[in-house]
């Protein structure tokens, strides 16, 4: 193993979209996925646990650090040979759209406005406007105990907004190499639709620090039925937005600290004044519990909080 290339407690506050957090105890960064596959494996086989961050769009780590390896995905690779593409997991996401919808593929417009590498994106299987990424994934190559292999996509067991490498106790795997096949479609209309869930983002999203949508939508077709305030097609599809109960609770603009909770949007939380980690975990564990005395429900995280964690306390407001 190559140590001259590894840092050692990198502070991952400004490598995260949220700003908060604390140190990695070893920190490299990987350019090309043969790079990534040799560090990922080689810190593996020493068994030291390694942690793959892609643009820390997901990420909250924790203010007591991350212990092993942090590596940041820096690989870029896409190449397409007919409707088929590989794409190396630091790709980002919304490349990924631009350069497929140049080669006359369509499908992944709704990937614009979504930061992040392919390789985030995959393991929370990321979509919007009713579609996720891993509708699209044919094969994908994953560095574990010490060696690559490609596997197929039901190695993942995908979810809404989850997969095996994000469940409770998640397979210690990094995803090195992508393969996706898109149909071939209209590029023009794919420009178009994209335009428009941009501009839809746009009036929806704040823009202080944050990680998106902190909680995942509850899907559930007794409360969607009962509940007053939804639209006609929530209601259809049985979900009820995290943000919409959010707001009910009256907690639109509650703050602990430098965390907020937004006044546009209740489902995200923002680092507005420097906010900790254990401020922002804080706040989603106090509307996790307004939420659930008040409807029943117990809102599950999209955001993934990363490292130590074991001896968190809440900060009660
Ligand atoms: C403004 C904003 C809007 C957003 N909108 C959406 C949205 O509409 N839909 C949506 O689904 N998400 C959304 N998100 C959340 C986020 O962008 C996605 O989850 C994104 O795909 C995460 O990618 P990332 O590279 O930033 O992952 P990171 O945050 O860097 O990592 C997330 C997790 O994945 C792991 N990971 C990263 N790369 C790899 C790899 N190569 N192999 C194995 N594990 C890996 C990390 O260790 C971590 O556990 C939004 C976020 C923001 C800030």
Redesign the pocket.
């Known amino acids: 193993m190559n140590w001259e290339s590894v840092q050692r407690r990198v502070c991952l506050r400004r490598l995260?979209?949220?700003k908060a957090g604390g140190e990695a105890e070893f920190f490299a960064e990987s350019r090309t996925s043969a790079q990534?596959i040799e560090t990922a494996a080689a810190f593996q086989r020493e068994g030291i646990k390694v942690?793959?961050?892609?643009?820390?769009?997901?990420?909250l780590a924790s203010d007591h650090g991350v212990t092993g390896l942090v590596l940041l995905?820096q690989t870029r690779s896409i190449t397409i040979e007919g409707e088929e593409v590989i794409a190396d997991?630091?790709a980002a996401?919304q490349d990924l759209w631009l350069k497929t919808t140049q080669a006359g593929l369509v499908g992944l417009e709704?990937a614009v406005?979504?930061?992040?590498?392919?390789?985030?994106?995959?393991?929370?299987?990321?979509?919007?406007y009713r579609s996720?990424?891993s509708e699209f994934l044919i094969a994908l190559e994953?560095v574990q105990d010490g060696r690559a292999e490609w596997v197929d996509p039901s190695w993942m067991e995908f979810k809404y907004?989850d997969s095996v490498?994000?469940c409770e106790n998640?397979r210690s795997?990094?995803?090195?190499r992508t393969r996706f096949r898109l149909p071939k479609g209209d590029s023009k209309k794919s420009y178009d639709e994209a335009r428009e869930y941009q501009r839809q983002?746009i009036g929806k999203?704040p823009p202080s620090a944050?990680?998106?949508?902190f909680f995942k939508n509850v899907i559930d077709s007794k409360l969607a039925d009962t509940i007053e305030g939804l639209t006609e097609g929530m209601r259809k599809n049985s979900v009820v937005p995290a943000g919409f109960l959010i707001e009910q609770c009256g907690l639109k603009g509650f703050r602990i600290g430098g965390a907020m909770i937004g006044k546009k949007h209740a489902n995200?939380l923002l680092n507005v004044a420097g906010a900790t980690a254990t401020e922002l975990r804080s706040l989603a564990h106090y509307a996790k519990e307004q939420v659930r005395s008040r409807f029943g429900v117990e809102l599950e995280e999209?955001?993934?909080y990363?490292g130590d964690w074991s001896s968190f306390v809440p900060i009660i407001p």
Not at 113 to 128: D, E, K, Y
Not at 210 to 213: C, D, K, L, Q, Y
């Open positions: 995260t979209t949220l990534l942690t793959p961050l892609g643009w820390g769009s997901n990420f995905n997991s630091g996401f709704f406005g979504i930061p992040g590498t392919v390789g985030g994106a995959l393991v929370s299987n990321a979509g919007a996720n990424i994953v907004r490498l994000r998640p795997a990094v995803i090195a983002r999203q944050s990680a998106g949508s995200f999209e955001v993934m990363i």
